[in-house]
């Protein structure tokens, strides 16, 4: 890894975030290309990107790969390699089985090991020398998540004149919890090179605050904080959304209207069709809610002939020890409850462990009475706005975890505390059986609300404010 990087075209907007916004697809003939990943992140700032002659700094997602920047549809691709090992210890060691648990208020345990620790810092610093590299002077470097939260400090003092936002993506926890963390010092120090700090939440963004004064004694004073020298760091909280045209859009097209008949054929043509999508994560609480709704079953509220659950859990950082041991709880339960309950050919719970492209997923959304999302934590949860994104009438329940970042926005619908099994019950047959005027009612407010808030309203906020705040200084 010391070979001298071509440094690409200097960019003057950068967006740093572990994730290239690109995939590899291998052709029949074995070569290969890349496509663009289908994320909302990548599509808000495509426009962007591609106005300023932008440039995204990443990781690949494999070993060892030390690639050259390239031009991809007009954007600038920037990988940074990783080691085997640093993959382990960066990636699924302290970003993940560190840092993720951490900040979803500690759901699952967090584990503290000072090899990891070394290499998220030795990472931190590579992606942010990549970003020195390539940002022209006074660009606006935007740098994304948990797992990039030194990238700050580091490029202020490599750059100082560049201007530097950070958004996190996850929630960010009480102070209580935070200061388990051996680091916590220097992540706050990381995350304090950025001019503007951005978070999901109000809560989160106050969280931040609170720990600067408490720990780093700065003032604060309505999310500005000074610092000794005299900078200020701004922090504010930016919840993120979706392309919501795009969806309404892509459910709208007869094709998928046409999926979406066949999928509630598939599944028995139910009265009820429960719907769940989440990435196969300890966060998101898709035991408990598999739970409820098979006592649902087993006590007779719910018929196993009108009612059935479609859970689709996406494959996720399956070397990371907490996720295989999910995977298992979750598959034994599924085995259990399609055991007890389910009847000849018709078991209660359809569950796939794979992702599906955006058509399917509108089609899925389309064909569900009740979209069941009930995490036990959640920084955002964009699950919850792309169901209300795709339903084309006033039907359709949404049940909402009141812990998911959404559910500050999303107020209308049926809120649910995880822990709570006998309310979550309660509240799924509510909106399983709710009069089409209550349902009507709580879709048109949710649909306003999403609509009014895209992502392309997001990304402009946070933006306009790293521009005005930064040059205010
Ligand atoms: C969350 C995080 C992202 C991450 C994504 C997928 O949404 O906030 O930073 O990219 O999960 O996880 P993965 O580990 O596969 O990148």
Not at 71 to 100: C, K, M
């Amino acid at each position: 890894a010391t070979r001298k990087h071509s440094a690409g075209h200097p960019a003057s907007f950068v967006v740093v975030a572990n994730r290239l916004p690109v995939d590899r697809v291998t052709n029949p003939d074995g070569s290969s290309d890349w496509r663009s990943s289908p994320g909302g992140l990548v599509t808000a700032l495509e426009p962007v990107l591609k106005s300023q002659g932008g440039a995204w700094i990443g990781w690949t997602g494999a070993a060892d790969e030390d690639l050259d920047p390239f031009d991809h549809d007009g954007i600038e691709i920037v990988p940074v390699a990783l080691s085997g090992q640093e993959i382990r210890e960066y990636y699924e060691g302290f970003s993940n089985a560190t840092l993720w648990p951490l900040y979803h208020d500690v759901v699952a345990h967090p584990e503290f090991h000072r090899e990891w620790w070394d290499a998220y810092r030795k990472v931190n610093r590579r992606f942010a020398e990549r970003a020195a590299e390539v940002a022209e002077n006074g660009a606006i470097v935007w740098v994304q998540d948990y797992q990039l939260q030194l990238v700050p400090e580091i490029l202020r003092e490599l750059r100082p004149d560049l201007r530097i936002g950070f958004f996190l993506h996850i929630p960010f926890p009480p102070t209580e919890l935070f200061q388990q963390l051996p680091w916590r010092r220097e992540i706050i120090e990381g995350l304090l090179g950025a001019d503007l700090v951005g978070f999901q939440t109000t809560g989160g963004a106050q969280n931040f605050s609170r720990l600067v004064r408490q720990r780093a004694h700065h003032p604060t004073q309505r999310g500005n904080i000074e610092l000794p020298d005299g900078r200020r760091v701004l922090t504010r909280a930016y919840p993120i959304s979706i392309q919501t045209r795009e969806f309404y859009e892509l459910a709208k097209d007869p094709k998928t209207k046409a999926r979406a008949e066949e999928i509630r054929h598939d599944v028995g043509d139910p009265k009820h069709l429960f719907l769940g999508v989440d990435r196969l994560d300890y966060t998101k609480g898709i035991y408990q809610r598999l739970r409820a709704f098979g006592e649902l079953i087993s006590d007779g509220a719910l018929d196993p002939a009108e009612a059935v659950f479609v859970q689709v859990a996406n494959p996720s950082r399956e070397r990371v020890e907490e996720y295989k041991k999910l995977r298992d709880d979750i598959e034994r339960l599924v085995g259990r409850l399609n055991g007890e309950i389910g009847g000849l050919g018709r078991p209660v719970i359809n569950y796939m462990h794979t992702s599906y492209g955006r058509e399917d997923m509108a089609a899925l959304y389309r064909a569900a009475d009740v979209m069941v999302v009930t995490p036990l934590r959640d920084g955002m949860n964009l699950v919850a706005k792309e169901y209300i994104a795709c339903r084309q009438d006033d039907d359709g329940a949404l049940i909402l975890s009141e812990f998911a970042g959404a559910a500050r926005e999303l107020r209308q619908a049926y809120m649910i505390n995880p822990y709570d099994i006998n309310q979550m019950k309660e509240r799924m047959l509510e909106a399983a059986t709710d009069s089409p005027r209550n349902k009507a009612r709580r879709m048109r407010i949710l649909r306003r609300q999403v609509f009014d808030h895209d992502i392309d309203r997001w990304a402009g906020n946070f933006l306009d404010d790293l521009n005005h705040f930064a040059r205010s200084k």
